[in-house]
């Protein structure tokens, strides 16, 4: 078996519109029946993700908040794995006008075209801080967090190598796991940028082509 764990962005790849059908699940359940791991890899924050994938026991682990959360579902255990911003930050984004923003255990987030405001203030407070992008979406992490940092800490607890994973996402913040992992895949929906770098580009999108994905894996067991 030269593949033991599957990578999987949430977003965009595992679930459509916020959600996982049920078809998906059953190919999720197939994979980890065969002994093999699941890893999810999003940009959520955690409570959002509980609220909305009650299946979330399929993962051994959770990279969460685009690399900043590791969350171990069997034991319900959260490790913070880098420093949030300092306190205040999310006010004054807020007073500068900055709508729709969100604050997790270390990620702020918010939606373009914030992003401008957002680099600003990280400017002028003068903080290493980076701005990630996920489509439309605009994340605020520490310098040098992203899901390859995330991942490598979950394979690391797990006792896999990233030669051992295949990986598969759809946008701009996938990249660094993506390039992380031995395989690397696309659903059929991802940025044409994603496409361009990884090894195999799917034929269905979203839930569907991580099927088509675990359906290859299993057919290709040895």
Known sequence: MRYRVLACDYDGTLAH???????????????????????LVTGRELDQLLSIFPEISLCARVVAENGALLYRPSSQEEKVLCKPPPA????????????????GRVIVATWRPHETTVLRTIRDWGLEMQVIFNKDAVMVLPSGVNK????????????????????VGDAENDHSFLSLCERSAAVANALPAIKDEVDIVLQCDHGAGVVELI????????
Request: proline share 0%; glycine share 12%; no cysteine.
């Open 88 to 103: 205040g930050f999310v006010s004054v984004l807020k007073a500068r006008g900055v709508t729709a923003i969100s604050a």
């Open 17 to 39: 519109d916020g959600r996982v059908e049920t078809g998906t699940l059953d190919a999720l359940e197939r994979f980890t029946a065969s002994g093999r791991t699941l890893i």
């Open 148 to 167: 390859a940092t995330g991942l490598t800490a979950a394979l690391e607890e797990l006792g896999f190598s990233a030669h051992e994973t295949v990986g």
């Open 215 to 222: 359906d290859q894996l299993l057919a290709n067991s040895h």
